[in-house]
């Protein structure tokens, strides 16, 4: 009995000995944060998102760095920028995570953002977003680019690749609306092309025959309709007879979504469009993506699902380069190196703008996508104080 | 020529589906005193399940009449089961329909998923008259003939019929009518019922004209409905009907000869009105 006892406690010494000098760190999880509008009107969106992050998480990325567990928290905004900065107070302040994904939407991002750099707290935005995040921010890594990005391509592709020579605008009468359409026209009109009309509807219109009505001759029609309603457009064009090549220059989140665009149904076919992500892509690792979504979702992954997994690749690979240390500036170091993602390689300009491929595709009659062209764009400040603006170029 | 004569047709056709969603919010409040908050997700319950039904049958009259039982019973269960209780306390009217709002649109969330749709059109409505280059649907016609159609039944209803007169006399003055020995209970459930099956009813043949539908359509379209109610009066058919078309009207034309007001015209509407006919255009 006596050596009994004298055995356990040599025993229950060695293990607080073990315990005293190891590091505090070492079992101690790496905390991520997410943060979307699962419920409310950006609920669809948030979905897709969270789905290609879970899936990325479950399947795809080490569970472990560092000998660190992976844990990633997931906040609901209830699709409200102040509940979004709510959200983001908690996995920051409480929960202690050393980076955060999302939100999507421009307004939750600017509004959680603004506290998340005075934090110090890595951010990764999904797929393209609002271009103030390059301006204002100093760590928000936009993972797509600034949006654009993504309608500048476009504007190449219809003048050089589709050879369209004329182009009609009809667009939400939105911030990000104009932002799309500007850099499109530039694009456009830059290398020859001219836009002989522009459009510009409220936010929330249902009653699209007015504007339809009034459409001049052109080659084709550039839209921007924005706003889960705002889908209404693309039916009245069709119902009213429009007959030229409709380009939607950004996807405005549904025309990306194979759920989505099955739902919205024959009005859609044949629509051009560009964003970061479609299920089609011969991305390395991509095909496994696909059908690992499909086979748990029951659907192709969408634009969102696949910025989800691009985003949530991007920060392993971040957290890899750094052995699971998750020091801020370390971390900044090494979110600004390259990535091989299923949305294509990603880099980063030095304001931590995504160069990663804009995918102009086309939706087919059975709703899948054909890949017309991918166009590399950057964005960088040019311009100081209140000069400074966005100058987009092609990279390749 | 062309964009004068599709803008005005685009305005009774809107006009028309306006009319639909807005009278029965109209007659409620005139007979019962209620403000349905949830009338708005009514409509949208019969877009969504009457949109399914339509596109799973192929059948729009099917559609319809799922499409509008289901905001019926919807509303029957509202009626009997909560605001029965609440007749004359408007604040807990208001608390029970929003709740309401947000039970009926998580359920669809639930259900059908948040992305937008589109409505259903039947093959023997697809296609457009010609106007000039472009075409005006005929399922938008159809819209036009449909709510004229209900509007001369609804107006018959309530002119014409021993129940109308009933509830004319309940608008004026509940007491004495159920003085006089009738009892409002049956009338009451009957037109909640009605204006609720007419916002399902319409959620099924507006949605092609609002270009589809999605989770926010009921409260969009709930504004509006009250809109009509506060520009053409409250508690008749005919002026829900004349709130609507000038409603639709305007803000058809806005969007062809004013792009600039088009946002804010209904409101402009509403407030002109409130100034100078504050009990709305036609007055009981």
Redesign the interface.
């Known amino acids: 009995m006596k050596k009994f006892r004298a055995l356990l406690s040599i025993t229950c010494l060695i293990a607080a000995l073990i315990g005293f000098t190891m590091p505090a760190s070492a079992a101690e999880p790496i905390k991520l944060g997410a943060i979307f509008g699962l419920?409310g009107?950006m609920?669809?969106i948030a979905?897709e998102s969270v789905q290609g992050l879970k899936l990325a998480f479950e399947q795809f990325l080490p569970k472990e760095i560092g000998g660190r567990p992976i844990e990633v928290i997931y906040e609901d905004s209830s699709s409200k920028p102040d509940l979004a900065v709510q959200k983001a107070k908690k996995l920051v302040e409480r929960d202690k995570v050393c980076m955060i994904f999302g939100p999507v939407h421009g307004g939750h991002v600017m509004a959680t953002t603004g506290y998340l750099d005075q934090m110090k707290v890595p951010t990764l935005t999904l797929g393209t977003n609002t271009g103030a995040l390059i301006m204002h921010r100093k760590w928000t890594w936009v993972t797509g680019g600034a949006n654009p990005q993504c309608s500048y391509p476009v504007g190449v592709f219809a003048y050089e690749n589709a050879r369209f020579k004329t182009c009609t605008v009809l667009a939400t009468?939105r911030e990000v609306g104009h932002e799309f359409i500007e850099n499109f026209a530039a694009a456009f009109e830059g290398l020859g092309g001219k836009v002989i009309q522009q459009?510009?509807?409220?936010?929330?219109?249902?009653?699209?025959?007015?504007?339809?009505?009034?459409i001049q001759?052109a080659d084709f029609l550039a839209t921007w309709i924005g706003d889960?309603?705002g889908?209404?457009?693309?039916?009245?064009l069709r119902?009213?007879?429009?007959k030229m090549p409709i380009i939607q220059v950004n996807h405005a989140g549904?025309l990306l979504?194979p759920?989505?665009v099955k739902?919205?149904?024959d009005?859609v076919v044949g629509i051009m469009t560009a964003g970061n992500y479609v299920s089609t892509l011969a991305t390395p690792g991509n095909k496994e993506f696909v059908q690992a979504y499909q086979k748990k979702y029951g659907a192709p992954p969408g634009t969102f699902a696949g910025q989800g997994m691009s985003a949530a690749q991007v920060a392993m690979a971040a957290l890899k380069r750094t052995g699971g240390d998750t020091t801020p500036e370390k971390l900044r170091e090494a979110l600004m190196q390259p990535t091989d993602t299923v949305m294509g390689h990603i880099e980063f300009t030095k304001d931590r703008g995504g160069i990663n491929p804009i995918h102009i595709v086309q939706i087919e009659p059975d709703f899948s996508y054909k890949v017309l062209k991918s166009i590399v764009t950057r964005a960088d400040i040019v311009g100081e104080g209140k000069e400074a603006k966005l100058k987009i170029s092609v990279v390749r | 020529m062309d964009t004068l004569i599709i803008t005005l047709l685009s305005g009774i056709c809107y006009g028309f589906v306006l009319f639909l969603v807005a009278t029965g919010l109209s007659l409620v409040l005139g007979l019962m005193g209620i403000v349905n908050l949830a009338h708005g997700a009514l409509f949208m319950a019969g877009a969504y399940t009457g949109t399914y039904v339509a596109k799973a049958t192929h059948s729009l009259f099917l559609g319809i009449l799922v499409g509008g039982s289901l905001a019926a019973a919807v509303g029957f269960l509202m009626e009997r089961g909560f605001l029965r209780f609440f007749y004359k306390q408007q604040l807990m009217q208001i608390l029970v329909t929003l709740g309401f709002v947000h039970i009926i649109t998580n359920i669809h969330q639930w259900i059908y998923g948040g992305w937008p749709q589109s409505g259903f059109i039947p093959s023997y409505l697809q296609g457009a008259i010609p106007i000039g280059d472009l075409g005006f649907p005929y399922h938008r016609l159809s819209v036009i003939v449909v709510g004229a159609a209900a509007c001369v039944i609804l107006w018959l209803l309530q002119e014409k019929t021993k129940i109308g007169a009933i509830v004319r006399a309940g608008m004026n003055d509940a007491e004495i009518t159920t003085g006089l020995g009738i009892n409002l209970t049956p009338i009451n459930v009957g037109t909640f019922c009605l204006g609720a099956f007419l916002a399902g009813f319409a959620g099924v043949v507006g949605a092609p004209v609002l270009g589809g539908f999605n989770l926010g359509s009921g409260q969009e379209m709930f504004f509006v409905a009250i809109g009509v109610c506060i520009v053409g009066g409250v508690g008749s058919i005919q002026g829900a009907l004349v709130g609507a078309l000038l409603i639709g009207l305007a803000v058809n034309f806005a969007g062809t000869y004013a792009q600039s007001i088009a946002i804010f015209v209904m409101y402009m509407l509403m407030i002109l009105v409130l100034l100078f006919k504050p009990a709305g255009l036609i007055t009981r």
Do not use: C, H, N, R
């Open positions: 419920t009107l609920a669809p979905e009468d459009q510009w509807f409220p936010p929330g219109t249902t009653q699209f025959a007015p504007y339809v009505a009034q001759k889960a309603d889908i209404a457009g693309f039916p009245t119902q009213m007879g429009i549904a979504s759920k989505a739902q919205i149904g009005s």
